[in-house]
């Protein structure tokens, strides 16, 4: 079983907002064009499922960069708990210099 936190970093992706925000802009301005311009562009049966699609992904986008967003500041004090492999090579780049590397690897 998988922990909630074990696959958050901590890091917001703002191409994904852009992105998302912009498929919901697409699903809204869809079903605008329907209402106003008529029929004429595209059938029901095609548009509203379109907009609908664009919506969805667009809101699963934000809310996926949000809950990082969220996780992030709850946990910004306390980087240890983000699932960050760059994190994780740094510590232990950290824990190992590499002047120690260096006099290690003399030995041998």
Do not use: C
């Not at 909630?4 to 605008?32: D, F, S, T």
């Not at 992030?72 to 994780?88: F, G, I, M």
């Amino acid at each position: 079983m998988k922990k909630e936190h074990e696959n958050q970093n901590g890091r917001v992706n703002y191409v994904w907002v852009l992105a998302g925000g912009y498929l919901i802009y697409l699903g809204g301005r869809l079903l605008y064009g329907l209402f106003t311009e008529g029929a004429d562009s595209l059938p029901l049966w095609v548009a509203i499922p379109a907009a609908v699609v664009f919506a969805a992904a667009g809101a699963m986008l934000l809310r996926r960069e949000w809950k990082a967003y969220q996780y992030a500041a709850a946990h910004k004090d306390d980087p240890a708990t983000w699932n960050d492999e760059l994190a994780e090579n740094a510590a232990s780049a950290e824990s190992n210099p590499p002047e120690k590397r260096d006099r290690e690897e003399d030995s041998l």
